[in-house]
């Protein structure tokens, strides 16, 4: 009995050891992921689920080949998108005792192109909106507006009001999702949070010491898990 016992144990093991292997594989190829602009669009012919990851035959122009991603919700005949992905050489997956001669390792895979694109834009936005380093500024409010520091403090209580605030632009970047991203900052901060985000269709030049009205929207997701705690819609700059 204490053998057999033995030997669970030992299986167990080698089960769990193969299974962090392979996500690690899965890791490092994920990371080392190459960006192509171009939209793949495939039909789903085989499925295989070795959570959290899902194996899938698919078919792109008469041509099939096996690729992999986070476990999705797909069923053979339905279409796959992706526009992110790099090809491996004989990976073996050691969850499925099997060796792939090729394999793409798909990073950004979605069921309709609208969800991809949305997706790539949002990123890009993210991405590039970084946070700034803090500046070394003190900009006074102007009358009857707001400093960064209130807006995050009181975003429950503002929320849905338009409010002004009197900030230094510290990144600008236009056209994305149709609109321009806006950074400033006026030398206050909250918990941390020193740069205040506005949306708007002006726009304004970094460096700029700006007057920006909008509309306060605390917890704006724009979907692929993008949030941001609070930050000014449809922003206009007060002349």
Known sequence: MKKVLLFIMVLSVFAACSKQQEKKS????????????AVHAVVVKEKID??????????????????????????PGEK??????????????RTLNKTFKEILFVQDAKKTAEDLSVKSEVAAAHS???????????IAPIEGG??????????????GKVVMVKGKVVKFNPNIMSRNWIHIQDGTE?????????????????????VLQGTVVPGKDFGAGYVYDVLLENGKVIK
């Open 26 to 37: 899965v890791k490092a190829a994920n990371q080392a992921v190459n960006s192509h602009p």
């Open 80 to 93: 796959v998108y992706y526009s992110n992905a790099m090809t491996m050489q004989n990976f073996h997956s």
């Open 50 to 75: 070795a959570p959290p990851y899902s194996y899938l035959k698919v078919e792109e122009n008469g041509k099939e080949y096996w690729m992999a991603t986070n476990q999705m919700d797909v069923k």
């Open 190 to 210: 909250f918990n941390g949070k020193y740069d205040l985000l506005i949306t708007s269709q002006d726009k304004v030049n970094v460096g700029d010491v700006v």
């Open 146 to 159: 707001l400093t960064v520091k209130e807006v995050y403090a009181k975003k429950m209580e503002l929320a």
């Open 128 to 138: 590039s909106l970084a946070n700034e380093p803090r500046v070394k500024i003190k």
